[in-house]
């Protein structure tokens, strides 16, 4: 029986993967990110790109006009069959129902709370951080000035908060969505992990 299920929504530069890499590794379970998408495109045999390209992350999202319409999806066509964003991301969902019956693990983003929501064992974190301190760490990542990195902090955050928004009918980042929401800049990479790593602790014991 798998033990329990850890998923982790965050803001752009929060150190989000950080984080649950690090509480994976001490938890000693799996940890799942871009995993998702290269299993994802094994096993439905659909080349990786065009789930990177429906992804939460990728800069040129195939979702035209105005998104949240449904009648502005765009589609995609491959092998002669019509694939939408709601079938890429129910061929990702489906993954990580999977993994996530088989053992236990973190799941960083791609609505995974949402997505396992029926879960009985399923532990939903949110990690934030000050715009500052994301803007930084974005730009370190990317390697560009701070006014590079704060655009793309700004163009993540809308394209996060829509994805999740349109997937989940819920709302990106509300505390009522999560049972745990943390600031990462109020205690750091490190804190933050021996943190949530003892809430998760008191949460299954």
């Known amino acids: 029986m798998v033990d329990y299920i850890v998923t982790i929504g965050r803001e752009p ?88 019956q088989k053992k236990s693990a973190v799941f960083v983003g791609r609505c995974a709370d949402y997505v396992l929501k029926d879960h009985p064992r399923c532990f939903n974190i949110y990690i934030t951080a000050e715009l500052p301190d994301r803007v930084k760490r974005m730009a370190a990542i990317h390697n560009v000035d701070e006014d590079k990195a704060l655009k793309i902090v700004e163009k993540m955050d809308k394209k996060r908060a829509e994805y999740y928004n349109f997937f989940s009918n819920r709302r990106w980042g509300a505390a009522k969505s999560y049972h745990l929401c943390v600031n990462s800049s109020a205690l750091g990479i490190d804190n933050t992990v021996d943190v949530v790593a003892d809430c998760i602790h008191k949460r299954f014991k």
């Open 13 to 100: 530069g929060s150190g989000g993967h950080e984080i649950g890499t690090k509480l994976a590794q001490r938890l000693g379970i799996s940890f799942y990110d871009k995993e998702i998408i290269n299993i994802a495109s094994r096993d439905s045999g659909l080349e990786k790109e065009f789930f990177e390209k429906a992804d939460e992350n990728y800069g040129h999202s195939l979702f035209g006009g105005l998104f949240g319409m449904r009648n502005s999806l765009v589609d995609e066509v491959y092998a002669g069959y019509y694939l939408s964003n709601e079938n890429f991301f129910k061929i990702q969902s489906d993954v990580i129902r999977d993994l996530a």
